[in-house]
C-alpha cells in the first residue's frame, strides 16, 4: 500500500512538471518572460532522470516481495499425498503380478507355467492348462483353479506352480489340496522358480509320483 500511494504522488508530481514546463514553453514562444524555459529545463531533465531511477527501483522492491510472498505461501501448502513411487532396490524378491501369456491356444500366468507347459509337451501326456474344477468340500459344492491338470498312465495329478505368493496362504492350501485328494486326484506342487529353472526335471518327478501314486 506504501509503495501504491508513492507511486500515486509521483505521477502526479510528474503531471505537474510535464504542465508546468508546457505553459513555460508556451509563454517563451509567445516571448513571455523570454529564456525561463531554457534556464529551466536542465532541473527538469534532472527530475525526469530522478523519477526514472525511483521508479525502477520500486518496481525492483515490488517484484521482491512478490517473489517472498509466493514463496511463503509454497511452504505453507501441504504437501502432496500422491503415494511414493516403489523403490525398486529395495523389493528384488517382490512377486511377480499375474499376466495373461499366449502359447499354443492356451493362456498361461507366469513364464515359469510356460516353462512346465513346453516340458509337459515334450513329454507327450496330456494336460490342461489353468483349468477351473467343480468339486465337493464339507459343506457344498465350490468352484477352484489349478495350474496344470495332467493325466499319465491312466492317473489324474494336479502340478502347482507356487509363486511368492503361496508363503502367506500354506493352509488354505493345504486344504484344497486335501479335497482334490478326496476326488482321487495327487496334488504336488513345486516352487516357480524350480520350475523356471528346472523344468525338464520337475515335471519328471511330478510324472514319477503320479505314476507311482495309489489314487
Same mark, same amino acid.
Given at each position: 500500500?506504501?509503495?501504491?500511494?508513492?507511486?500515486?504522488?509521483?505521477?502526479? $508530481?510528474? /503531471?505537474?512538471?510535464?504542465?508546468?514546463?508546457? *505553459?513555460?514553453? @508556451? &509563454? !517563451?514562444?509567445?516571448?513571455? =518572460?523570454?529564456?525561463?524555459?531554457?534556464?529551466?529545463?536542465?532541473?527538469?531533465?534532472?527530475?525526469?532522470?530522478?523519477?526514472?531511477?525511483?521508479?525502477?527501483?520500486?518496481?525492483?522492491?515490488?517484484?521482491?516481495?512478490?517473489?517472498?510472498?509466493?514463496?511463503?505461501?509454497?511452504?505453507?501448502?501441504?504437501?502432496?499425498?500422491?503415494?511414493?513411487?516403489?523403490?525398486?532396490?529395495?523389493?528384488?524378491?517382490?512377486?511377480?503380478?499375474?499376466?495373461?501369456?499366449?502359447?499354443?491356444? $492356451?493362456? /498361461?500366468?507366469?513364464?515359469?507355467?510356460?516353462? *512346465?507347459?513346453? @516340458? &509337459? !509337451?515334450?513329454?507327450?501326456? =496330456?494336460?490342461?492348462?489353468?483349468?477351473?474344477?467343480?468339486?465337493?468340500?464339507?459343506?457344498?459344492?465350490?468352484?477352484?483353479?489349478?495350474?496344470?491338470?495332467?493325466?499319465?498312465?491312466?492317473?489324474?495329478?494336479?502340478?502347482?506352480?507356487?509363486?511368492?505368493?503361496?508363503?502367506?496362504?500354506?493352509?488354505?492350501?493345504?486344504?484344497?489340496?486335501?479335497?482334490?485328494?478326496?476326488?482321487?486326484?495327487?496334488?504336488?506342487?513345486?516352487?516357480?522358480?524350480?520350475?523356471?529353472?528346472?523344468?525338464?526335471?520337475?515335471?519328471?518327478?511330478?510324472?514319477?509320483?503320479?505314476? @507311482?501314486?495309489?489314487?
Amino acid at each position: 500500500m506504501r509503495f501504491l500511494k508513492s507511486a500515486l504522488l509521483i505521477r502526479r $508530481l510528474m /503531471l505537474l512538471v510535464a504542465l508546468i514546463a508546457l *505553459i513555460l514553453t @508556451a &509563454l !517563451d514562444l509567445f516571448n513571455i =518572460l523570454p529564456g525561463v524555459a531554457v534556464k529551466l529545463t536542465p532541473v527538469l531533465l534532472a527530475f525526469i532522470i530522478l523519477y526514472l531511477l525511483y521508479t525502477n527501483r520500486q518496481q525492483r522492491r515490488s517484484h521482491q516481495v512478490i517473489r517472498n510472498i509466493s514463496r511463503k505461501l509454497n511452504k505453507q501448502s501441504p504437501r502432496s499425498t500422491a503415494a511414493p513411487k516403489p523403490n525398486k532396490k529395495r523389493q528384488p524378491n517382490a512377486p511377480p503380478e499375474y499376466r495373461s501369456i499366449a502359447w499354443h491356444g $492356451l493362456t /498361461l500366468r507366469s513364464q515359469s507355467e510356460v516353462k *512346465i507347459a513346453k @516340458a &509337459l !509337451d515334450n513329454k507327450d501326456v =496330456l494336460f490342461l492348462a489353468d483349468p477351473k474344477i467343480r468339486l465337493n468340500t464339507e459343506s457344498h459344492r465350490q468352484t477352484r483353479e489349478v495350474d496344470f491338470l495332467v493325466q499319465y498312465q491312466g492317473k489324474w495329478g494336479i502340478l502347482e506352480v507356487d509363486g511368492p505368493h503361496h508363503q502367506q496362504s500354506t493352509e488354505s492350501d493345504q486344504w484344497r489340496d486335501a479335497r482334490f485328494t478326496e476326488h482321487r486326484l495327487l496334488v504336488v506342487r513345486f516352487p516357480a522358480d524350480q520350475c523356471y529353472r528346472q523344468p525338464d526335471q520337475v515335471v519328471a518327478t511330478f510324472l514319477q509320483k503320479l505314476a @507311482a501314486s495309489n489314487l
